[in-house]
């Protein structure tokens, strides 16, 4: 009896441990669905799931579509399928996993047809005008939910610099009237993704995007990948563009990866993940001591932030480790690019928004930061797909010899980077100085900017490079003032230079601030934008006069600048600063635009005699921006930090 009894509880125990185990599951497939008549055929899938990687094999029989291999991770919960689905027609496809008991698990998968084919994406150019804006700080839609359910501890709250303010797509989706009525082109919008890590009122924040948790997803908050589609329908059907903020380098701490690494090399420095830190804190990268004494740094590995060992000739490996290797901060872990499977994932996912939702280019962040041989490889499989798409990359660095060289194209380097536009912090940086200084003979002042632009032979394409006076990065060109008569400067030279233009959220409202105190304070919300608001930024009867001045006065250039061939496709001669004034001249057949900026606090004279070459015999020339026309058969006299943009 007892020894019935005794067996009877082995087979009860085996039966429970049985019923207890951890079964094969699938949990999500990325890309989520894929689309036929891709010039590359093969598509990579990772599949999600408890054990998956030990499924015996996964079967289809939909025509058209070939499984090439499977590739075992050294994580048990991820498998990758490469896939051929070169002669497949659109549809729904079903994927077989079978376990080695025979026991099959079968998945939808969806291929969709393409709207267009590759070379009809046609990108943005020196012919926009982009206009940067942050959706958590733009603009509120209706039907905003006050809490999303599943999102890690976050709060909206508008009076705090760094948590959300609850600005959505929706909200900007309402004021696209806006944007045609100032007269920019194309809309470039900070990360839409998910980013669901846990907020701190007095530290690390996501209302930015930039440490991705799901990059198929739109963040929750934001709204959803049908509202992001919506937007941009609506957005092409009143001929604006719009471009998609994407990171390589790295994503969010809370993403699946770091938590459950694919692979041993997925993430760079993955040490500090691996090390047994109970204690330590993802946003600061220390780790309590239960002493109570200072707490020690981990294995954490920090970039230096120091972008010139990407090109140094004599760069040392510890410099290089540390640029390209070391995590942007402790919330967001480096991805290693080197690693082919996570290269291949984030090609498929940038070609995935472009096919889903119908973007019109792509802003990389953190450019340099990331291996560059991966990086070009990327931007020539793109290249190849989508021949007339573009992408801006962030190169953070002031000497134009350093942004040259990733260029696609430039005779600078060895390596070809494919990336087609480059962003000109050279032209930020010396913009910036000369709006404090007084024009002189030689170096200080506007004098600052020509000396820039003489270092265009560098580059392979000078019209794909793209200028800016602020962004959400730096203080507002404004600081903690108004200066509309610098701003005027800065403007008329931003949009009629040979560069493609971007202008930040709000400038043309005098939007200010520094970053002095916290980066929130050059991410204000836009006024108007969100419920209970009672100035309202959005309307001519809601701006201030001084606010409405400018609003109008930068409006009338945009629309002058709008399909102007002289300004996108016009040859560009500078004059050195002469007694104070500088002058740009942009030419196209037979048609003159005149830029003629007064770089000091005193009265100026320009004497025309010494523009003769691009005057010529003009007598009279318009002043966009007033309507009224100036004598060029005779000097003219400008007033302190005057700005002229004339045609002729």
Known sequence: ????LLMAAFVLANVLTMSGAKKTVVE??????????????????????????????????????????LVRLDSPNYLLIYMNVREAQPGTMTLNFRNEKRKVISEKYQLKQREMSGDKRMGFSNADVLYMLMPDRFAQGPNHPAQVAGMRNYKEDRTKPSLRHGGDLNGIREHLDYFKELGVTALWLTPVLENDSPDQENGFSTYHGYATTNYYKVDPRFGTNEDYRRLCDEAHQKGLKVVMDMIFNHSGYEHPWTKDMPTKDWLNTPEWLTEKQSGRDPMTGFTANSDGSEPAKSAYLQTSYKLTPVVDPYASKVDMKETVEGWFVPSMPDLNQHNPHLMRYLIQNSM???????????????????????????????????????????????????????QKGSKLTSHNSFLKTVMDFSFFDKLNQAKHEETDAWWNGLNRLYN????????????????????????????????????KQALALLLTVNRIPQLYYGTEVLMNGTKEVTDGNVRKDFPGGFPGDEHNAFTKEGRTKAEQSMFAWTSRLL?????????????????????????????????????????????????????????????????????RFHD?????????????????
């Open 28 to 69: 999500r497939i990325e890309p989520t669905d894929w689309y036929v008549g891709m010039k590359n055929p093969q598509v990579q899938l990772m599949v999600y799931g408890q054990g998956i990687r030990d499924v015996a094999e996964v079967t289809t029989d939909y025509p058209g579509v070939r499984i090439d291999s």
């Open 352 to 406: 995935w928004w472009i096919e889903t939702v119908g973007i019109d280019g792509i802003r990389m962040d953190t450019y340099p930061y990331a291996y560059a041989n991966a990086m070009a490889q990327w931007m020539k499989e793109l290249d190849e797909e989508y021949p007339n798409f573009n992408t801006v990359g962030e190169t953070w660095v002031t000497e134009p010899a350093y942004t040259a060289a990733w």
């Open 452 to 487: 820039s632009f003489v270092y265009d032979y560098l580059y392979p394409n000078p019209s794909s490079v793209m200028a800016f006076i602020e962004n959400h990065d730096t203080d507002r060109f404004l600081g903690n003032g108004r200066d509309t008569l610098a701003l």
């Open 559 to 627: 629309h002058w600048r709008q399909n102007n061939d002289v300004i996108t496709k016009g040859s560009q001669t500078q004059f050195i600063p002469y007694k104070g004034v500088y002058v740009i001249a942009r030419q196209y057949k037979g048609k003159t635009a005149l830029t003629i900026l007064n770089g000091t606090s005193k009265p100026a004279t320009m004497e025309v005699e010494r523009y003769a070459e691009v005057i010529g015999n003009t007598a009279k020339a318009k002043d966009i921006l007033t309507g």
């Open 1 to 4: 009896m007892q020894r019935i």
């Open 632 to 648: 060029l058969s005779k000097n003219l006299e400008l007033k302190p930090r005057q700005s002229l943009v004339l045609e002729f």
